[in-house]
């Protein structure tokens, strides 16, 4: 008869990681005792509740937005912690209820079994460049969109005209010219009618031209501000880093 493998490790440990908390669950593989505890998301406070359970310890959470920095961590201070890839997880049939504790106590026991199937943890910057990318895709499809809404004629909406309250003469004035500006570009490749796949494309990029020169002007930049930061960008948008503000 087949039988589930079983962790070697003393306690299995479940974490449900979110960015402000962390719902902790570990599972004592010899007794069946459950401990569990709401933590910090700091990085030592997470280490010394593991280290205060039965060893040796083995830990696992979900791939998520959080990231992999805590599976550095523990794994710099030699805690086994496996990232499991939520897409492989196997649920409780009928379960439709889901709580960070449930969460936290169904990972535990998954890894106690054996059952995790783990992602490999990428370096710092190697998850930093991946992040870098993400946030390029989803800026494109917010430019996307939102050249999309200048083609009908500008118009000031009730809420549109509250934000311009509270803002500058200045920055005021220059967000209705753009405005005006995109919308007559829309009309001028309609007249010509250029493909509007096409049209919103290039009303999208000067969109980001308009993004760009603005966050100029007010001195924003996405870059280090330091030149002994670590620079992880270069390698995907091969540019220079900016001088230091």
């Not at 959470?61 to 990232?83: D, N």
């Amino acid at each position: 008869m087949w039988e589930a493998p079983v962790s070697a490790n003393a306690t299995s440990v479940g974490l449900d990681v979110h960015a402000r908390s962390v719902v902790a669950c570990g599972l004592d593989g010899r007794t069946g005792e459950l401990f569990e505890r709401r933590l910090t998301p700091d990085h030592g406070d997470i280490e010394s509740w593991i280290r205060s359970l039965p060893g040796p310890v083995a830990v696992t959470y979900e791939a998520g937005p959080t990231g992999f920095g805590l599976a550095r961590y523990l794994t710099g201070q030699g805690i086994e912690c496996l990232v499991a890839a939520p897409s492989r997880l196997q649920r409780p049939s009928g379960d439709r209820v889901k709580t960070d504790l449930r969460d936290a106590r169904h990972l535990a026991r998954l890894l106690h079994l054996d059952q995790i199937v783990a992602v490999a943890v990428p370096g710092v910057e190697q998850e930093a460049a991946r992040d870098l990318v993400r946030a390029r895709d989803a800026a494109r499809r917010l430019l996307i969109e939102a050249a999309w809404h200048h083609r009908p004629p500008y118009r000031t909406e009730r809420e549109l005209r509250r934000r311009q309250d509270a803002a500058s003469p200045a920055a005021r004035d220059r967000g209705q010219r753009a405005n005006r500006r995109l919308h007559a570009r829309w009309a001028a490749f309609d007249a010509r009618l250029k493909l509007p796949v096409v049209a919103n494309t290039a009303i999208a990029r000067e969109l980001a031209g308009l993004v760009l020169v603005v966050g100029r002007a007010r001195r924003l930049t996405f870059f280090p501000r330091r030149p002994d930061t670590p620079w992880v960008v270069t390698a995907a948008l091969r540019a220079e880093p900016a001088n230091a503000l």
